[in-house]
């Protein structure tokens, strides 16, 4: 009888729990014991941890989504604000400045890096300049699937119109640009910790990187109620944001490993690069970054052929994910406030609609073999067939 090779994961966290079963038993049942909940020793323990790797403050909180929504309520952002952010990207990047009753200006991203396209951002900001209804206040920049946006581009046109630079970096925690980690290349960064993130805890949870100790006081008390001085002193609006001391005491079992990791992810994305370039479109690395390879994504000609790509890989029963099916502007919930952004409409969004029709992530962790990954580019290439 031959056997059945084992299953293939898109994201694997049950070989990293192996590793450190017995650890996460252990601090978890001393939260449980301390019964420091909220605010326990463990959260100071994991900023501190934070700020070593990334080299800035960093404060915890309760998710990425929030951390995009402290940050930019630490600003002001509101009515009357225009917060450009890329169209291809997950919902949370457009959603906090709607929430807050700013208005989001979707940007078109680069066909190569699938980040923030810096001529269309320039032509927007002027648009939005030229109209005179919205002030353009903040960018948002992706880095999406652990690859950091153009950060130099990005802050030097922010720095022409005084604008806050907001790096969302949910996919990308571990990257790094000129060698300097994520955290050192805006004014703030935030991170999500959502399990299969590169740094993923067992529930939501989020934290916030910033150079500035003034914005970090600002991001403690506003992730606390806008508490500050004495308890019960409320000093301005804040939420409740704060990260659970139970998702601080796992994440800081996970950092014991997380160097490795990211050794490891880069490999797996090397076997896969030796594998499809030239084959399918893959996610341009620029020199002077390093991604994170939160996730593996290729590029096909046309829908037509994905899903021949994706016929291919169910048929060997292979995972795969389509991040994003369709740009934010073609969301229901987006739509309105989109059309209405420019007079006249606003300019077409062509790179981030095609992407939508084109692209696929494929199985990444660490803790892929290579013969796993030999595996799945076999069924990619099969399907291009
Ligand atoms: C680009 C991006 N921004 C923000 C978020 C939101 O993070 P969370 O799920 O922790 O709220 C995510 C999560 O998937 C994301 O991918």
């Not at 804040?238 to 659970?244: H, I, K, V």
């Not at 690395?285 to 052929?305: H, K």
């Not at 995972?319 to 099916?325: E, S």
């Not at 992530?361 to 291009?384: D, F, I, K």
């Amino acid at each position: 009888m031959t056997q059945m090779p084992k299953p293939i994961a898109l994201f694997d966290m049950q070989a990293q729990q192996a590793l450190i079963r017995a650890r996460l038993d252990e601090r978890v049942a001393h939260v449980i014991s301390s019964g420091r909940f909220i605010n326990g020793p463990e959260v100071a323990e994991l900023e501190a941890r934070l700020a070593a790797f990334s080299g800035v403050h960093a404060v915890g909180v309760s998710s990425g989504t929030d951390a995009l929504q402290i940050a930019m309520m630490a600003e002001g952002i509101g009515r009357g604000d225009a917060v450009f952010l890329p169209a291809f990207t997950y919902t949370a990047t457009a959603e906090v400045p709607l929430v807050l009753g700013a208005t989001p200006i979707f940007v078109d991203v680069d066909p190569e890096s699938f980040d923030l396209d810096l001529a269309d951002l320039e032509r927007r900001i002027a648009l939005v300049l030229a109209e005179g209804k919205l002030k353009p206040r903040a960018i948002v920049g992706v880095d999406l699937f652990g690859l950091p946006a153009d950060w130099d581009g990005i802050r030097a046109i922010a720095a022409k119109h005084g604008m806050f630079t907001l790096d969302d970096a949910a996919q990308a925690f571990g990257a790094k640009l000129h060698g300097k980690s994520l955290g050192q290349h805006s004014d703030a960064t935030t991170l999500s910790f959502y399990p299969t993130k590169t740094l993923g805890c067992y529930g939501d949870g989020g934290a916030i990187l910033t150079p500035s100790e003034e914005r970090a006081a600002l991001y403690r008390s506003l992730r606390t109620h806008g508490e500050g001085g004495a308890r019960y002193d409320v000093l301005r609006i804040g939420m409740n944001g704060r990260l659970d001391t139970i998702q601080a005491a796992i994440l800081l079992c996970k950092m014991d490993l997380f160097d490795q990791e990211l050794l490891d992810r880069a490999k797996v994305a090397g076997w896969y690069g030796a594998r499809l370039a030239g084959r399918v479109g893959l996610q341009r690395v620029p020199n002077a970054a390093q991604s994170a390879w939160g996730l593996y994504t290729i590029r096909c000609r046309d829908a037509a052929e994905r899903t021949r790509v994706q016929d291919s890989l169910k048929a060997d029963g292979i995972p795969f994910g389509v991040y994003y099916p369709k740009p934010l502007h073609h969301q229901p919930a987006y739509a309105a406030s989109h059309a209405a952004s420019m007079a006249g409409g606003p300019p077409a969004l062509p790179v981030s609609e095609s992407l939508c029709h084109q692209v696929m992530s494929l199985p990444m962790h660490p803790y892929l073999t290579q013969a796993e990954v030999e595996r799945v580019c076999a069924a990619v290439l099969r399907g291009l067939e």
